[in-house]
């Protein structure tokens, strides 16, 4: 197998890591789907994108899917361990962009509207970057 695939797709991480990858990937799955499609009491696309614009993050509505995106279909990954460490790269930078750009200037809590929650979001997903996929997954699978 290519070398390069191997090093994404191999982990030697144990069977804990696929707790915290699945409670995430969910977590991340439930976000994404408020953006994409409206779902759990959120805005959808058209809501989210107009928001944006209204922050200044431009377009809104293309980076409502972009935001979206990375968030369901990361989150799907990392729920079956699937494609792990690429997936947690885009997480980890949408969680940066949401930090940086809307957080941050709250201060810290989440209470108000501060930026620990994607702080923690992101900092799971740098874990998953670093550490991959685990014991229980599709990326171990394919390896052997």
Known sequence: MNNLIKSVLSSHAGYGITL???????????????KLFAWFGGYGLVGVGQWMESIGITPG????????????????????????????????????VAVLTVHWVNGFFITENGFEYAMILGLISAVLLIEGAGKLSLDRRIVG
């Open 20 to 34: 915290l990858r699945v409670v995430a990937g969910l977590t991340f799955a439930a976000h994404g789907a408020q």
């Open 61 to 96: 509505y293309q980076m409502a899917l972009l935001a979206g995106s990375a968030e369901f279909f990361g989150g799907l990954a990392l729920v079956v361990g699937l494609l792990v460490r690429p997936a947690a790269l885009a997480l980890v930078v949408a969680m940066l």
